[in-house]
C-alpha cells in the first residue's frame, strides 16, 4: 500500500511502508489524515535538503495528486487515463445522491468498482444513498438547467471537502466530458466550491475524448446507461415533450 506522509505545514515529505507509518501513528509522532489511502501528518516540520530534481514541467500534473468526482465507470474510461497522462496521481471519488431508482445508483456503482479494479484506481466511496437530501434540495426548482447546477453543485461541494481533508492538491469531475452537461457551470461551480477548501479545481475539455470514451466503454463491455440520473433526466430521455412541460 502507498502511503503518504507530510510534515506539519502539509509538505510531501516521502513515500514510506505502511509499517513504519503505522508505528509513527503509535507513537503520537502522527496524526491520520485519511485511511484509503493512507495519509498522515507529522507532528513537526521537516527541513527537507534542496536536490536537483528532473521534472517534466510540460506535465501540468506532475508530482499532484488529484480526486476524481466519478458519476459512471463510463465517464472515467477517457478521464482517469487522460489525467494520468497528465502526470496525476488519481484516485477516484464516489457521490452521486442524484441517481434514481437505487436499483440504478448500484448498477453503476458496482460497475464501476469493477472497471476500478481492472485499471488499478483507487477509489474512495461515499457511503449511504442520499436521495431524501437530493429530492429535497432541488424542491420547486426541477425545470432541466436550474437543478442540474443544485446537482453540481451538491456534488463537487462534498468531493471538495473530501478532497481538502484527504490532503490532495486539486479536484475535477467526469462531468466534463458529456456533451450533455453544462460545462461552463460546472466549471464556476467545481472552481467556487474548491477555492472555498484551499485547493486548484483542474478544468480541462474532456470532450475531446469523448470518442475514446465510447470506445473504451465498448472494448471494456461497460454498462452504459440511457440518462443521466435523477428521475427528471429519465423522464425527459424517454419523453421529448417531458422538458416542455415543466416549463
Request: hydrophobic share 35%; net charge neutral.
Amino acid at each position: 500500500m502507498k502511503v503518504v506522509v507530510l510534515d506539519v505545514n502539509g509538505q510531501r515529505v516521502s513515500m514510506s511502508s505502511e509499517k513504519k507509518a503505522r508505528r509513527l501513528l503509535e507513537q503520537g509522532k502522527a496524526t491520520l489524515v485519511s485511511r484509503d489511502p493512507l495519509v498522515i501528518r507529522l507532528e513537526y516540520a521537516v527541513d527537507l535538503p534542496a536536490r536537483p530534481e528532473q521534472v517534466d514541467h510540460s506535465l501540468p500534473g506532475q508530482g499532484k495528486r488529484i480526486l476524481l468526482h466519478i458519476c459512471c465507470a463510463p465517464c472515467a474510461t477517457y478521464t482517469a487515463k487522460r489525467l494520468r497522462d497528465l502526470g496525476f496521481e488519481v484516485t477516484g471519488y464516489w457521490y452521486n445522491p442524484n441517481i434514481h431508482p437505487f436499483s440504478e445508483h448500484e448498477r453503476r456503482r458496482e460497475t464501476l468498482v469493477q472497471y476500478a479494479q481492472s485499471i488499478d484506481l483507487p477509489v474512495i466511496w461515499e457511503p449511504g444513498y442520499e436521495i431524501v437530501e437530493f429530492m429535497r434540495a432541488i424542491h420547486g426548482q426541477e425545470v432541466f438547467g436550474t437543478r442540474c447546477k443544485i446537482c453540481y453543485r451538491m456534488r463537487l461541494t462534498r468531493a471538495a471537502q473530501i478532497a481538502a481533508q484527504k490532503g490532495f492538491d486539486a479536484l475535477t469531475t467526469t462531468l466534463l466530458i458529456s456533451p450533455y452537461q453544462d460545462q461552463q457551470a460546472i466549471r464556476a461551480i467545481g472552481e467556487q466550491a474548491t477555492a472555498e477548501q484551499g485547493i486548484a479545481f483542474f478544468f480541462e475539455n474532456f470532450r475531446q475524448g469523448w470518442r475514446e470514451h465510447a470506445d473504451m466503454t465498448r472494448e471494456h463491455a461497460l454498462y452504459s446507461q440511457r440518462y443521466c440520473g435523477c428521475v427528471y433526466s429519465e423522464w425527459e430521455a424517454l419523453d421529448r415533450s417531458a422538458r416542455e412541460a415543466q416549463t
